[in-house]
């Protein structure tokens, strides 16, 4: 059961201060943030949720650029309470990505960007996803997928020793738990990052529900 455990909520409710910062969301997020918004363009994006969606930085502009109406969902009270002052979402809740507040079949897209390494069982994270989306509903799940298994252990290791657990999966990985929840993948696509990119690739999965 140890093994299940995720991180700590006040870890994200601290980092929720400084998390905004220009260079930290120039280096770390927006390529990703980029990269979800080319995967949701011209596919009709419509009601979209936003899982761990932090301060809301990708559902201001999934809302500003795309139409979208956008939900966004996350655990940490810190990140939600300055996504709610910048009005940043159509609505927020406050929840686990493992057991989403929210009604089946209500979504056309579920995104989720550098937040599905924290999830402590990612397979029903994933359960969760496709239970909201209506069938032919596309899922982007974006974060750091490490070349080699290998890699993703002795990360997970290191996370556990500070505390905070996390688990980085191959692409290969990420493709077989879309797969077994119940997703046809799309694609996969390397997100370009400055520095990180060949030792830390970033990935974008893109999945959908079968309609
Ligand atoms: C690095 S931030 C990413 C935020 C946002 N997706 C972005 O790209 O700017 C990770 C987020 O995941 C959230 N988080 C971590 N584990 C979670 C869980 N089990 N359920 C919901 N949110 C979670 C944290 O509170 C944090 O806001």
Sequence with gaps: MAERRGPDRWFF???????????VQ??????????????????????????????GLLAT???????????????????????AQQRRAD?????SALALPLAPGRFDAVVSTEAF???????????????VLAPGGRLLVSLVNPP???MGSVAHRVSRLV????RWPTRGQMRELFEAAGF?????QLVFRVPATLILPSVLTIGSRPA
Excluded: K, N
């Excluded at 609505?91 to 929840?95: H, K, N, R």
């Design 117 to 131: 390494h924290w999830f402590p069982d990612q397979a029903q994270a994933l359960e969760e996803f496709f239970r």
């Design 26 to 55: 120039r280096l770390t997020y927006r390529p990703e943030h980029d990269a979800v918004l080319r995967g949701l363009r011209g596919a009709g994006s419509g009601q979209v949720l936003d899982v761990a969606c932090g301060t």
């Design 91 to 95: 609505a927020l809740v406050q929840g």
């Design 184 to 188: 046809h993948v799309e694609s996969q």
């Design 61 to 83: 502009r999934m809302r500003r650029e795309l139409g979208a109406r956008v939900v966004g969902c996350d655990f940490s009270r810190g990140m939600l309470a300055q996504a």
């Design 163 to 166: 505390g905070e657990p996390a």
């Design 148 to 150: 080699l298994a290998v």
């Design 13 to 23: 409710d601290i980092w929720s201060r400084f998390y905004d910062a220009p260079l």
